[in-house]
């Protein structure tokens, strides 16, 4: 029986249900696994007092020390997290806020191995719970945790440092593994862990009757992440507004919404735009179903789960030359690659539109994209270091 301590900021709590979903079910997964025993820890990074009584942070106050999330035993821990600082405190923050618990844990749970699933804070803490602990320690990279957090000033030299002492690494995607080689981390310990999709949630609907239900007339275009600067949803709506009669949807929370509302209606488009803020997969599901191309044209990404769901739901992506792209977009049914400018992306989003690939051959791009594929080698990869 494999013991797993899995290591997870970015795990969902009462209070932010959508946080991670991709983490939680690639958890769950290998939770399910016949031969696994799992614990997550899931610490929470706060400010000291008083800052920590800021509405922001009341709810993650609120969060109880140990509960049980969808028959998994989770353990929340709270670490001093010193706004403005960029970070660079956290990973040690973390650690040491850990180690008593999984001295505890340890008693009755003697796991074998820690599994980071977040390149930073997460990597550099688990190196240090394992040096302290004689456990080997997995870190997977997920993509920005590489390309912003192994590049900033105040947190990339632990980040490579954490990369180089794993037993294991995990990227998502082949161009993330070469990413991570590139930055000096040893290219022989990576493995590619490509993601998965939930194939029975995500799956071609009718579109009409879909769109029907959701309000929308004529063409849908989805674009599913975070309202930050990185993910550049400006260059949709400025693409939209040569698209006449096309409805855009953006799902998801972020900085940019402000931003992105006051471009929508200096450009005339506020009435073709729908945002939906964070919402849960089901609900994601049905709007990219209903949707004739799903656009994201990111500065960065590792292998995004919103291209694999979206090509689950016979949708074709329009997405920006980055990451593993390559990797997706391997057959001209699954969409097309742009340069990163509103005109480029407006012809690729009209041509689709004009001449839409048949749902199921979209879909048939995205099917080696399995949970269960992802946990068999989750599996694998992890008792690999254990046997070591």
């Known amino acids: 029986m494999l013991k797993v301590l899995t290591l997870a900021s970015l795990f969902p709590d009462a209070a932010r249900p959508t946080l991670g979903p991709f983490v939680e079910r690639q958890t769950l997964g290998l939770a399910g696994h016949p031969d696994v025993e799992l614990v997550v820890v899931s610490p929470r ?47 040690g923050a973390m650690a040491r ?18 599994d980071a699933e977040f390149f930073f804070p997460d990597g550099p803490a688990a190196i240090r719970l394992g040096e302290a602990l004689g456990v080997p320690v997995s870190i997977k990279a997920r993509g920005a945790d590489i390309h912003y957090w192994g590049t900033q000033p105040g947190t990339g ?61 004529g063409p849908l275009v989805s674009c599913v ?37 006051a471009q929508a209606a200096a450009l005339g488009l ?20 209903a949707s004739d191309v799903m656009c994201l044209p990111s500065a960065s990404e590792g292998l995004a789960n919103a291209w694999v769901e979206a090509l689950a739901c016979g949708t074709p992506v329009v997405i920006t030359d980055v990451g593993g792209a390559r990797e997706l977009v391997d057959r001209p049914e699954a969409g097309q690659l742009v340069a990163p400018e509103s005109p480029a992306i407006a012809e690729a989003i009209r041509a689709l539109i004009q001449s839409p690939p048949a749902p199921d051959a979209v879909r048939a791009a995205a099917m080696r994209f399995t949970w269960e594929a992802n946990r068999d080698a989750l599996y694998a990869h992890l008792s690999g270091l254990v046997s070591r």
């Open 225 to 261: 992440g975070a309202l930050i600067p990185r993910k550049r949803q400006g260059l949709i709506v400025e693409a939209l507004a040569s698209l006449p009669g096309v409805t855009l949807v953006l799902i998801g929370k972020g900085e940019d919404e402000a931003a992105l509302r």
């Open 157 to 217: 030299a632990q980040v490579i440092d954490a990369g180089r002492k794993a037993a294991g690494l995990l990227a998502v995607a082949q161009s993330l593994k070469a990413d991570m080689a590139v930055l000096g981390m040893p290219e022989e310990r990576i493995r590619v862990h490509y993601t998965g999709v939930d194939l029975s949630r995500f799956k071609p609907g009718d579109k009409a009757a879909l769109k029907a239900d959701l309000g929308i007339s």
């Open 97 to 114: 806020a850990v180690l008593p618990l999984l001295r505890r844990i340890r008693q009755g749970f003697a796991f074998d191995v820690i």
């Open 45 to 91: 990074g706060l400010p000291p007092f008083p800052l920590s009584l800021h509405p922001h942070y009341r709810a993650l106050a609120a969060q109880p020390a140990q509960e049980a999330w969808k028959g998994v035993t989770v353990h929340r821990p709270r670490f001093i997290h010193w706004p403005g600082t960029g970070g660079r405190f956290d990973a």
């Open 270 to 289: 506020a009435d073709r735009m729908r945002f939906t803020g964070a919402i849960p997969q089901d609900e994601i599901a049905r709007w990219l179903a």
